[in-house]
């Protein structure tokens, strides 16, 4: 079904209005030898109840975190969110609205909007935040076009530690303009302040850290945004993860100026990767070269308080080639739903499950400890994920685990981590759905394959 | 009291605000539950632990109630007639968010291995191998999120085939002074710069895009920008010979795809000369538009561009298993982290799969009837520069009109906008393409009653302008609230609660 309405008669009405003989002449404008008159190469249609069969035909191909335990992590994590998000997320005035152009017509998305800036805001301990970006990999390169837009310097620092991806998305947009990358090497894990020290110049524009970084340690956001603040208006730039923000100390509260994630911890499914949303973060200072949607607070005529899109001559609608982004739409629904989960849990929730993950992480990593063989890479503190060497193949490991049952993590040497490493290392992480049943299973698993 | 006062005042008068959730935190009550921790607690050494966050909370059902109070407060297509043109807000079908919800489809992680997640690179293939061929195009690449995102992508693509074909200083893109702002911008983006075309009646200007090139010389020249049936609605019928003058300068055609829903299935951008194009799988293939997003802008392109395009690659072996490709020597990288927008192109996926063949090539003609439809029936009360079906000229699948001589009776565009929302219309795309116009794109999906009283409504303000000009200067009169103050909210901007 192609969803249109129209029958033969009504559609003879509208010839006969328009003063047409066929449809045909509405296409007249096209030159014949490029018209495609012998139709498409693809399947007949397929009927609702027909793709209701091969779509979940084929979603019975996959397994995954639904039918076996996950301890994946590495940017994208099983975390548990409320059933009401479902439901109310599929209300059609969302759903089926679009970017709050109209603010009369729109107040219900602008005030959720306003609302999940202030969360975003409120969270990191930062003064700002926009209405969202495309993800966290695409959030942390607009973050060092912020810096570097401000500052007109030409040079960011980032840690090797920060997740690969984010990374390799770093290394395109700044490719071609003109900015340069410098590297921060890492000292058993995580990046030294003196490190951040050794390459401070005043060409420097922005110091990236992601905390917990790819291997799950916890990064000394405060010394190395100390050694960034050396040279005036350098920013420090924190890549953080929303719920560890329950629990550890914040972005601001480490003083970064600017800070980038990815939001789908909050609320959001996994969904193999997408769709996800980027948060932005940032100090006042930065409000006027933000990147992507803004709404404000304001009145109406009659002197009640409303919100509406503002700042749009930031945006690539009015600015064009002088915009301080291309983004034009962005993932107004996960931001959505990201600001339901935060409004349903509030900042105990949140703490909870932080703190649930913690616990839950640290046990699995001492029962892990125990066995023979295995030990974990790094030794500074982690939040919701460690690393452990594996003393045997990790790809053996990970098939095992699988052929039982179990994800247990992402090897670090896998073709999906752009390198990051060439060991048998294996990024275990743990949220709050896992049970001690499921971890005890887990620590089974690996002491018979390692045995 | 007035009339017009009565109306605010019945329509908003004591309809309270919904109190923002900050001003609702109801101290130790949160709208869900944990189970019990199962395992022994760890320390949180001190250095680590943070302070309080300051996010408030409240119960369930008045969570519940809030976002309900909110989405009463929303235009959306559902409830709607919503021709924001260039935007083609669809018919949602249902069947998409079902399949999309499929727990085999919206609990995997990306980072899992391909034998596990046979299912999903099977649909992401397939819809790969589909928009190639509705493109006529070697090659799409699913990864970037938007059709912003695309532009960059496609540019990116360009720019690394040319740097590697010796060419590294094409670094300037044409663009036509009615392309989107998300072109230039794009643009900029890629470290290029921008030269604009002039368009004459809604057509590149073939004369000038010459001159142009002579004027920056053909060897600097990365691509142009074209959108195809234009932002004013109108098929270029010199899309051929803008290919070849393109072409000509060794430079790359590139379709903004934006407005594919008038080609389904009638032309293929491929056949035309396209070199790369985006689509906007929110905008062409019925995905959501959620509000602002998520979006998703699959990018197709030539053979000899495909070497470049991101990484990884949704592949069949020769098995018939798939698999995600990293060996791309040439690649430009990645430009979102994972894989793609991938609930959003399982919806992209049961869409052309409804429609098939025909039903694709049904829809751009439907979408294209009815803009003429509403165009013929509009026509002669709300004027339109390139609208003149007894000459032959006719709009794609939406239409411009500047409605000069309502707007000399003393009202402002924002007024006859405003006066659409009265009436439960969201007011089409405004000032642009060009200044003091509207921007009609009413989509295939709508009936033909939706459509005639589209029409009833707009003769209804041409109508009120001529009698009772206050009614639409002091509009909008019904809706939840009076018009915002703009000016105010970006001079002195609030963009967070205190």
Redesign the interface.
Known sequence: MDYTQLNTTQRQEMYDAIGIQSIDELFDAIPSEIRCDDGLDLMPALSELELQRSLAEMASHNHGPHDMACFMGCGAYDHFYPALIDQLISRGEFLTSYTPYQAEASQGSLQAFFEFQTQIARLTGLDIANASLYDGATAVAEAALLATNTTRRKEVLVASTMHPEYIAVLRTVLSDVDIKITMLDATDGIISPATVEAKMSDTVAGVIVQSPNIWGQIEDWDGCFEKAHSVPKTAGIAVFNPIACGMLKTPGACGADIAAGEGQPLGNALNLGGPYLGLLAAKESYTRKMPGRLVGMTTDEEGRRVFCLTLQTREQHIRGAKATSNVCTNQGLMALRASMFMTTLGSDGIKEMATQSWHKAHYLAKEIAKLKGWEMKYNGDFFNECTFTCPCDVTKVVEFCKSRGVLPGVAAAGRRMQGLSTGDELIIAVTEKRTKHEMDALVALLSEVSA | MTTIEAM?KQSRGDKP??P???EK?VA?V???D?PP??????E??E????????????G?HD??A???????????????F?P?GS?T?????R?N???A?????????????DD?????L??LYETRT?LE??A?LHEVSLQP?????G??TAL?VI?AYFADHGQPNRTVVLAADTA???????????????ETVRTVNGQTDLEHLKEVIAIVGAENIVAFMITNPSTAG????N??EIADIVHEAGAKLYLDGANMNALL????PG??GADAMHY?T?KTF?T?????????GPIAVTEELAPYL?I?QVMMADDGSFY?D?SREKT?????????????L?RCW?Y????????????S??A???A??LA??LCTTYSMPFFD??N?K?CAHEFVTVPQTLLDKGVTLIDI??RM?DYGV??PTMH?PIHDCLMVEPT?????QALDSFVDVMLQIAEEISSEIELVQQS?LE????????V???RK?????K
Not at chain 2, 145 to 149: Q, R
Request: charged share 15%; net charge neutral; aromatic share 8%.
């Open positions: 605010k605000i919904e923002l959730i900050f935190h130790g949160i709208g869900v944990f921790l199962d395992v022994p607690e760890t949180v050494p250095g680590v632990a943070g302070g309080s966050t300051t996010l408030p909370s409240f369930q969570v519940m809030h976002y309900t109070h909110l989405s009463d407060r929303n235009f959306s297509v559902d409830g709607n919503y924001l935007c807000m669809k018919h949602n079908p069947i968010e079902w399949g919800a499929l727990p085999g489809f919206a609990c995997l992680h990306p980072l899992q291995d596990t997640i046979q299912g999903a099977r649909l589909m061929e509705i006529g999120a938007a059709g912003a995102h532009e960059f990116k720019r989107h702002g998300t072109n230039p911008a794009s643009c900029t983006m890629c470290g290029a710069s921008v109108l098929f270029d019928a899309i051929k299935g009638r032309v293929r056949d035309f906007n929110h019925s959501p538009h959620g509000g602002g997003g998520p979006g998703s991101p990884p995600l990293r430009i990288g990645k430009v979102r982290s994972f894989i793609c927008q991938f609930g959003v399982v049961a052309i799969s409804a429609c098939g063949p025909k039903g694709l090539r049904n829809v003609e439907t294209v009837l009815n003429n439809y013929a029936k079906p007894k032959g006719f906008a405003k929302i969201h007011p642009w295939e999906t709508e009936s033909k909008p809706s939840d609230i009076a018009r915002a103050d703009e105010t909210a970006a901007p609030i963009l967070t609660f």
